[in-house]
């Protein structure tokens, strides 16, 4: 299925378009298998690996303080393999994912867990522990069976293939309680070694945000390319393409102990390497959004119990950091996300959303390119809004000008029509600059509080 | 009805107990009366009255950008009575309250209009319009009917009566889909100029949070005191009282345009001027956040769509404001709103919410003493927690402890019976320091879910 971008996204430099399918780069086998840790019996252990040699790897995490062991074992494997030591770059040579358990709030034990599935990936594959990647998700608290992994390791380990199914099948293996597999691809052309041009792929596999059965949280992601480029520069693309699509996604405000994002570059393509601030790596970096961002619009309509995607445009604030977080802002509140479920063209909950938006943490400002200083100055304050300069759309409706006295009249039984789409895109215009941002969340639905009441076990 | 303050307030100094029933203390006169704003004919307006000269005023306000227009002026009025150009503290002769119309986001008319307002209140009580502070609640986006708040002022303000069944009036008139009406009151003992010990008494009423019907928010609350005391003293009672108890409310984490506290002390009871810093300060801050409490209480309790009151008690951190950051955390994760419908003892996703917490705005910190370099620092950030020092207590039964390996055998037949009781307490060590704090919500339901998708008309 081919994704066509709507005419929504505000960036300045138009994203490539995206293909909704998993697409391996060159210089990477996968496969995803069942190892038995779920119940159901569906695929639950993912391996990835480089054909030649380690790739260059950049990586996100959560901010939760209750990192999980699998977080915590990325975060030291790439300080290990890089001079960064807070973990965000390195090298690595095999990702491995289990789904089912989360092994987080393990403790010392949950650590060393983690650790027996290092050493068993190492042993299948031949490789360093410190080059491999972990990722988790699923149940809070419980003990990853470690008899089953090590098996179901050494069982998909020789298995592993370079084409598009093998990456196909670890997607589907990602998956916990995702209604869909999730994946998207871009490509772009940069210039080999003698200036021909080169094709390289950016394709990446995610889960979540769903939350169907209690404790299965966490958004995952796996972003592989064939560009040759070096870990920190990898990283430095990562980070606003990140603070700019996967920071922006909401369903219901909570963070998991697990979220992590890997892009991994194989160099494989045989272009040329991609420098810091070159050409190169804007386009790059620009393929790495596109795919980051179609990644979370696709978690966002698969939100818990959702029905609509909704997306929020801002334009015209004072920043950029401003409109994501009055973006972030609106799609966050229970109230607009209640309007939605219910078709409700109501621009007074969207507009005290407005009113409460603060801009983001400062590690969320640092991410998208503020300095340390600044970022600590901005981090948590208001956004700069003005409600008599104020502007809001729903579904293409204007029903708000704050120029013009406030409240518009609009046709509102034609509005409510127009919010049965699967998608609703809510566009605001601050009036105060030349600001941009977009967030992606989803209706708040009966369906919700059902799935998160029921008990645990 | 009399409230027996359970054994969970956190605070090292006892809060002096409370009686849920209104008290108008000497100095005051109050009314409430059906002035035809709600469409359903119940009472919308509300007028309180010094009785012998200006009281001395404090207020805390919304910090929506998009603060209504009775926020607008009030603000102002305090400011034109003081020298404080922030609109904090003054004096003040009325209240006038009206419910059925928020008269928010309705730009320069709706400022107009809330003049007009301060105008027929003026006329009917004879004093200055400076003198005069404003609440309202209700719709957003329409205009007050003026003419029907003219005649509802003149109608109710000869019947002005300094007695209870007044002030519960009100009340009544406060509300606007509240199921219930909210009062609190607290007495002390004050010395009088003489030492001999003087009654005082601190009375509130409030309304919300209830947004039942569509864009019918809103938080209020007027405090009345007999106390003698400064504008500025006051003023510094009532910010840490705010601090710890209404700034730690939460049902669905969006915050109305028009969230108002007044605090207006006549001096009435004859006992000496209340000077900053003394013992008298200290007892009469104790009773107002007394009241304030006990009025947070109760609107968490009538949450929207709420079945359960949920406190979660925070110990053992590194200071106040971060137990209060992580209180406030658990209380508006959605994911532990929606265990705590389902009577899902699931500490996971405590634990994950004590992991996302992060310290107040620069706002709420400096209104809980902090200074402003120190409040500009802590804005935002993550609040200091530690997964091997966490310990979890749900509705009394201890579920997980950091220090002993983590998870925690216990009956989780017996804990589900335990959390159908109205009020569910989450009590958590954080085993770090000596701070204290907590935060007070609601379950999530599905008839919130349903109540908030309504269509607005």
């Given amino acids: 299925m081919t994704l066509t971008l709507s005419g929504n996204a505000p960036a300045t430099d138009a994203l490539p378009p995206v293909e909704r399918r998993a697409v391996l780069p060159a210089g990477f086998r996968a496969g995803g298998a069942v190892a038995g840790i779920k119940a159901s019996g569906r695929p639950d252990l993912v391996l990835i690996a480089s054909t030649d040699g380690p790739a260059a790897a950049a990586a996100v995490f959560t901010p939760n303080a209750f990192a999980a062991a699998p977080v915590r074992r990325s975060r030291q494997n790439l300080a290990a393999t890089s001079d960064d030591a807070r973990g965000g770059f390195g090298f690595a040579a095999a990702v491995v994912s289990t789904s089912g358990c989360a092994n987080a709030a393990t403790g010392a034990a949950g650590d060393a867990d983690q650790d027996a599935v290092g050493g068993f990936v190492s042993d299948a594959l031949g490789i360093d522990e410190t080059k491999i990647l972990h990722l988790s998700t699923g149940v809070i608290g419980t003990r990853l069976p ?90 430095g693309l990562l980070r606003p393409a990140a603070a700019r699509t996967w920071d922006q996604l909401s369903v219901d405000g909570d963070t998991s102990t697990n ?171 601050l009036g105060l600059g030349d600001g941009t941002g977009e967030a992606f969340g989803c209706d708040l639905t009966e369906q919700y509080v059902i799935e998160n009441s029921e008990y645990t076990t």
């Fill in 259 to 429: 979220d992590t994002v890997f892009v991994l570059a194989s160099g494989a393509a045989g272009a040329a390497p991609v420098a810091a601030g070159s050409h190169a790596a804007a386009a790059l970096g620009r393929a790495i959004e596109a795919v980051a961002r179609d990644l979370a619009r696709q978690q966002a309509a698969d939100g818990e119990g959702a029905a609509t995607l909704i997306t929020t445009v801002v334009r015209g604030a004072a920043d950029d950091a401003d409109a994501r977080a009055v973006a972030r802002a609106v799609v966050s509140s229970s109230l607009v996300k209640a309007a939605a479920h219910g078709r409700d063209p109501n621009w007074g909950r969207i507009a005290g959303a407005v009113g409460n938006a603060v801009t983001a943490s400062a590690a969320v400002l640092e991410a998208a390119g503020l300095s340390t200083a600044e970022a600590a100055a901005r981090a948590g304050q208001a956004a700069s809004v003005d409600p008599d300069r104020l502007h809001i759309a729903i579904a293409g409706f204007p029903v708000f000008d704050g120029t013009a006295g406030g409240p518009l009249p609009f046709d509102r039984d034609a509005a409510r029509e127009a919010m049965t789409a699967p998608e609703l895109v809510i566009e605001l215009d």
């Fill in 146 to 235: 470690l008899d089953k992994v090590a098996a179901g390791i050494a069982a998909l380990a020789p298995t592993l293939t370079a084409d598009d199914a093998a990456f196909a099948a670890a997607a589907e293996a990602l998956r916990t309680t995702d209604s869909v597999t999730k994946a998207a691809s871009a490509t772009l052309v940069l210039p080999a070694p003698d200036g021909e041009p080169v094709p390289v792929t950016v394709s990446g596999i995610a889960k979540g945000v769903g939350m169907i059965h209690p404790n299965m949280a966490t958004m995952l992601s796996v972003v592989l390319t064939d560009a040759p480029v070096a870990p920190e520069v990898l990283w």
